[in-house]
Structure formats: C-alpha cells, structure tokens
C-alpha cells in the first residue's frame, strides 16, 4: 500500500481522492488545499450571480469532512511552499502560519489555473474584480447588492465573460462586454456562429465593444471608466474574464512543461518525473482532434484526468483515451454546442480543413412548435475524417455532439455521416435531419 499525497481538492483533486479511497482501501490519502473549501463547481457560478439558481449550496459536491469520513488526512488553508523530489516530502504552511512536512510514494498535482489579470494604469481601483473562486463570486454578488453598482463591464468574451455579461443583465445593470478581438467565443465557434452570439446579446441589451484593446481604468478610489484602444467606457464595476493559465509555479523548473507553462503529461498522467503525476487545468491533455498535446481547460477533463491518476498511482493501468474538448454554452435561450476544430482553428494548426453548413427545422414542418438548426461539420481535405462539429439552435440539440467527439475520437470520415441509420419521429425530427443533409452537402475530395 501507498502514501498518496493529492495537492489540490477542486474537480481534478477531488475526482482523484475519491477514486483512490472508494476503490483502493488500505491507501494512505494526504491532501492540501490552500482555500477554505473544496469541489466548487465555478461552471454554475454565473447562474448564481445572476439568479438563476437558488444559491450556492448546489454548487458543492464533497467537503473536508466527506473526504474524511472515508479515511483521507485533509490539510484546508495549507499552500505548498516546496516540493522535494529526490526525497519525496511536501512541505506546506496553514492557516496559522504552522509549517507542515509530509512524505510521499506517490504524489498528484492538481493545482488547477490562475486567471489572468493584466496589470494595467488604475488596476488597484475598488471594484475591479476576478471571479474565480466561490469566495470572487459571494464579493460579486455582495457588490450588485450596492446602490452605486449601475454599470458592469465585462473584460473577455469567452465563455466565462459572456455567462456573466448575461448574469449582469438580468440584474439590469447597463453592461458592456469587452474584448481584443472583433467577436465572441472564437475559440470554440467560427464566425457564421460567434455572430449569432453577438446579435443574440445585442438583442438582449448587452452592449459589445469588440476589437478594443483596454489600456487602463480611472475613478476616484472605485472604478469609474475603462479606458480602451476605442474610447472609454463607464463602469461601476469591471470583471476580468480574459482567461486563466496554468498554476504550476511550485514544480515548472524540475517537471517538463507545454509551451503554455502545463505540465506536460503521458496518457496515464505522468509527468517527466516518477511518481509524480499532474491532472485537471495546471497538466497537458492528448487532442484527437489536433492528434497532439494540447491544453483544454474543461471540469469533464479534470474529473477524467482525476480518475486515470489515481487508479495508475494505485497500480492499475488506464490511459486516456484523448479528448476533443466538447463544450457548450446557453445564453438568453441562445443554445451553441461545439467538439473538435473549428476552421480557423484547423487552418492555424496548419491541417487543410473543409467544412459543410446546413440549416433546417428540428421538428417535421407540420409540428405545431419548432426551431432551426445550424450546424457546421468540420474535416480534414486528405482523409475527409471529421475534426470538428458547431451547433446552434433554441432547442436543446445538445446531446448531437457527442456522436461527433466520439467521431473525432475514433477518426470517422464525413462520408460515413451520409447514410447512417438515424431514427424519425415528428416529435423529435425530420426523416432527412440537419446532420445526414449536412453530411450529404460536404464537398467531395
């Protein structure tokens, strides 16, 4: 049996602990955590801000006591200060500035991600905020309770700043949505979809200043302006949603790292160094996609990469099977839906991408309720295997992509779409549906 120490106890921390202890008794479980809490699901953070859901008890799904109650030594409010690598011991200081030293078989990081935060001319002003932790929501959500808070200003419009661009919204505080680049959600969407976004907030009174650079705040004592590459714009408060990096200060200069600073990890999760693995947002993941390392920040992957550490650290042997980082996102009833490579994206990875578009109802024409549909499948020229599928409609038409990402996964051509035996009934589609017509559109090699 084995010391396993887990440093880290969010998504990737927690599904390790909890795999480790529910399927490998007799296993010594040591954890630190440098916040307060565990497990918190930031993914629901926005829909708490904004009133969507009943608080933030859901937003927990394991704590000290449960992890526990199994038989784990849980150290809360205790950072890592040093790791000893030749010797095998952690050493962390609490809460109460007691130093801690722990010796390890086996060691899992999951030190997680950092948002980014420029430091601008004015960053130092009250209410420019990070939200992150559920402690940079609760602080959120304490300010909009403020008279003075009348304008929001979201910086980044990725999925974090979108989600909360609405949340703001539905508080009816006047909010603009800030980013560098000319659209939204590029990452995950081309651009026949991040305009559907784009209008979609605009419709739904969020302002969009895209294509501006921001350069620095002003205000006296509290933010009052965000300055910008395209003029200033008034805010009572400004979030910072630009994006997060991995945490890996603790071990960057003994374990092999990605360009981006992740450690770099095999398909069980090990890093350069034996014994050591690395999981969640601060490690490496194989993109079927891409067919290369990548880096995805997404909680399925952490919980993934959770459990295939721990039962190798245990001394079972699971590989990933890679990922194509499947996402999704629903705003002002807007629902989008994405796997895999968009063109951009395939075309800057240096792959000759092709793509088909198809727009239709859901439902057959007669049904008395109904929505369209669009989608884009994504493919590689040479060998027509799928890389990529979007989706977008105000239906739920979410559980689509997962026939894509297990098509990315398992390299099926776009030629295999054209004739699969999909069912029909009115209720739920049409006899030729979006995706066999999009299939049978793809341009021929």
């Not at 953070?45 to 109650?69: C, H, P, R, T, V």
């Not at 979108?162 to 539905?170: D, H, P, T, Y």
């Not at 302002?207 to 705040?217: D, I, L, N, R, S």
């Not at 977008?392 to 390299?411: N, W, Y």
Request: proline share 2%; hydrophobic share 40%; aromatic share 8%.
């Amino acid at each position: 049996m084995s010391k396993i120490i887990v440093v880290g106890g969010n998504h990737a921390g927690t599904a390790a602990i909890n795999t480790i202890l529910d399927n490998y008794k007799g296993n010594q479980v040591v954890v630190f955590e440098r916040n307060t809490n565990v497990s918190f699901l930031g993914c629901g953070m926005a829909l708490w801000i904004g009133n969507q859901i009943d608080g933030s008890d859901g937003l927990f799904y394991s704590d000290k006591q449960k992890m526990e109650a199994k038989g784990a030594v849980v150290h809360m409010e205790s950072e890592v200060t040093n790791i000893d690598f030749d010797k095998k011991i952690v050493t962390a200081k609490n809460a109460q500035g007691q130093t801690i030293t722990e010796s390890y078989d086996k060691l899992i990081l999951a030190t997680g991600s950092n948002p980014i935060i420029p430091d601008l001319p004015g960053s130092n002003l009250e209410n420019i905020q990070k939200v992150k932790l559920f402690q940079d929501a609760q602080a959120v959500i304490d300010k909009l309770k403020m008279e003075d808070i009348r304008s929001v200003a979201v910086i980044g419009a990725g999925y974090i700043g979108v989600e909360l661009a609405e949340a703001f919204k539905r508080h009816n505080k006047k909010t603009t949505l800030i980013d560098v680049a000319e659209t939204c959600l590029p990452v995950y969407y081309d651009g026949e979809f991040t305009d559907l976004m784009k209008k979609n907030m605009e419709d739904n009174g969020v302002e969009v200043k895209f294509g501006a650079c921001v350069q620095g705040f002003e205000g006296d004592k509290k933010v009052q302006r965000v300055l910008t590459s395209r003029g200033s714009v008034d805010a009572d408060m400004v979030i910072w949603a630009v994006g997060f990096r991995p945490n890996t200060e603790l071990a960057k200069d003994r374990l092999d790292c990605f360009k981006n600073g992740a450690y770099l990890v095999n398909l069980k999760q090990e890093t350069s160094v034996k014994d050591v693995y690395a999981i969640g947002d601060c490690a490496t993941v194989y993109d079927n996609a891409l067919g290369a390392v990548n880096y995805i920040a997404l909680a399925t992957n952490a919980v993934r990469s959770g459990l295939i550490a721990a039962h190798n650290a245990c001394g079972t042997s699971l590989e990933s099977v890679g990922v194509q980082g499947s996402n999704a996102i629903s705003i002002f009833g807007l629902n989008m839906i994405s796997t895999g490579l968009t063109v951009n994206k395939a075309k800057a990875a240096g792959i000759d991408a092709d793509y088909t578009d198809y727009e239709d109802f859901q439902r057959a024409l007669f049904m008395r309720t109904n929505e369209k549909v669009k989608i884009r499948i994504v493919f590689e020229k040479r060998s027509r295997r799928i890389i990529g599928a979007q989706l977008a409609s105000r239906l739920d038409v979410s559980m689509g992509i997962h026939m894509f990402s297990l098509a990315i996964q398992e390299r099926v051509t776009i030629d295999k779409l054209k004739l699969l035996d999909i069912f029909f009934l009115p209720h739920f589609n049409q006899p030729y549906n979006y995706i066999t017509m999009a299939a049978l559109k793809a341009p021929k090699a």
